[in-house]
């Protein structure tokens, strides 16, 4: 029997196993969301599945810092007919990145390297190579043209390539803009991050990944799909075509996704890197410092990005997000650190937002779970909101500030734009956080003709400062 013979035939037997694994931890972890929250997920993935028509997408879950859920939707394989499955790797296109990150911020705790060196002490025929340091690089601001900025496979790129070939044809070639100046995604960055890895460690960039992240993590379903594709038995990527039937994606030549996007495995087990990056538990505390920690260019302007991921907030929620895209795959992971909260979406069509848009929804839906206010006291601001609807106010509710802002003219006003929205369809809390020795509280409302946001700051006596009621955005 060949090699790859040999090696499919483990894979299989592996994967059997990990199905098992998988339905155990999914079992476990069902404990961790009520019926109403998972029937919500299911609810979320089947309509953005029935909406975008994905043939399917795979879901993991982390609550509390543990895998909480796992689920596949839709068909691997159109053709013949192939369920999706949770014990089945997708690929996951540029999330591959904060991979080879990490590995760079592994070299530096060792001493082999400096995030401050220039690319030119490991690749010196690259252009200005004396100027661009690895931090550059890794943050996107180095200046190098993106190789492949495309949603589709160009026809060079069905042939197998190498990294140095990439590099010559696309970081050989005047810069975008100078180093440090600008912020621009560029899968070519990561080409020669990959390459600094592996002369900075002596070892094949793959090889390096396996030893120290992907075996101590126990991510059993990773597969680089840069040097094999995966097998029979694993999603087919698709494409379609404007508003198509979905066909078969072309897939890329061997050489070309390298560090830059070159993974596939399962978003369960991707969940167990977004647990490391929660937990710290693979790499120093400064080194995580330095991959959450937004880049600022020359000009002071910042980039939402830090190393190998982008660094924003949501709903005063710090988030790290990163999606991905190869031929016949997107795939979305959306992480809240500090909320031990994370959500992984793959999906097997390309050039299509519904891992993102799936992903987002199960995420805001966790977020508004957290701002479930206390009953009497949205009871009371909805009794304040519907008597502002009359130009009514218990004026007993407010402090004397609040008590003149809402003058004889306000009331009017209050009235005269609020009534005619018709019925008050929801009333909900979408945010609880302090100010000035207040509580600060948002209200969300729709309404029939409608949607309004309440701004309001409590004092701590129970008494309203504010109240203030504005079109929601």
Do not use: C
Request: hydrophobic share 40%; aromatic share 8%.
């Amino acid at each position: 029997m060949g090699i790859f013979r040999v090696m499919a035939a483990w894979r299989a037997v592996l994967l059997v196993a990990v199905a098992g694994i998988m339905f155990a931890l999914q079992t476990q972890a069902a404990e961790l969301l009520s019926d109403a929250q998972t029937a919500e997920i299911d609810k979320i993935a089947q309509q953005m599945i029935e909406t975008s028509g994905v043939a399917s997408a795979s879901l993991a879950l982390v609550k509390d810092g543990e895998l909480a859920y796992a689920k596949a939707y839709g068909k691997a394989k159109l053709e013949p007919s192939l369920e999706a499955t949770t014990a089945m790797p997708y690929s996951i296109g540029s999330i591959s990145k904060q991979f080879t990150a990490a590995l760079i911020m592994m070299l530096q705790e060792q001493g082999k390297l400096s995030l401050d060196d220039k690319v030119g002490k490991w690749l010196p025929n690259l252009t200005q190579a004396n100027e661009i340091t690895i931090r550059q690089i890794l943050s996107m601001t180095s200046g190098y043209q993106d190789y492949w900025p495309q949603d589709y496979v160009m026809p060079m790129m069905l042939k197998p390539t190498t990294a140095e070939v990439i590099l010559q044809d696309w970081a050989r070639i005047p810069l975008d803009f100078e180093p440090g100046t600008k912020w621009q995604y560029s899968n070519t960055n990561y080409v020669i991050a990959g390459l600094i890895v592996e002369k900075a460690s002596g070892k094949p960039l793959y090889e390096l990944l396996q030893e120290k992240v992907l075996h101590p993590l126990g991510m059993t379903s990773a597969w680089n799909v840069d040097a094999k594709p995966m097998g029979a038995g694993d999603p087919l990527g698709y494409i379609r075509y404007a508003l198509g039937t979905l066909r078969p994606a072309p897939e890329e030549g061997a050489g070309w996704m390298f560090a830059a996007g070159e993974l596939a495995m399962t978003p369960s087990d991707l969940a167990k890197w977004d647990i490391s990056l929660m937990n710290e538990s693979l790499l120093k505390p400064a080194s995580y410092l330095a991959l959450e920690t937004e880049t600022v260019l020359k000009n002071g302007l910042g980039t939402r990005y830090g190393l190998g991921m982008f660094v924003t907030s949501v709903k005063n929620h710090r988030m790290l997000e990163h999606g991905g895209e190869v031929s016949g795959f997107t795939a979305e992971n959306l992480v809240l650190p500090d909320d031990k909260f994370a959500v992984i979406v793959a999906t097997n069509q390309d050039a299509v937002g519904t891992a993102s848009d799936i992903g987002r929804q199960v995420m805001n839906a966790y977020l508004n779970s957290l701002n479930v206010g206390d009953p009497k006291q949205d009871a009371l601001m909805r009794k304040v909101f519907e008597d502002l609807r009359q130009g009514k106010i218990d004026r007993s509710l407010f402090t004397d500030n609040a008590n003149f802002y809402f003058s004889e003219q306000a009331l009017k006003d209050y009235q005269s734009s609020l009534a005619p929205l018709g019925e008050v369809e929801s009333f909900r809390q979408t945010s609880n956080s302090l100010r000035g020795g207040m509580t600060h509280l948002m209200y969300e409302v729709k309404l029939k003709e409608k949607t309004v946001d309440i701004n309001i700051y409590q004092m701590p006596d129970g008494k309203l400062e504010q109240y203030l009621i504005s079109a929601a955005n």
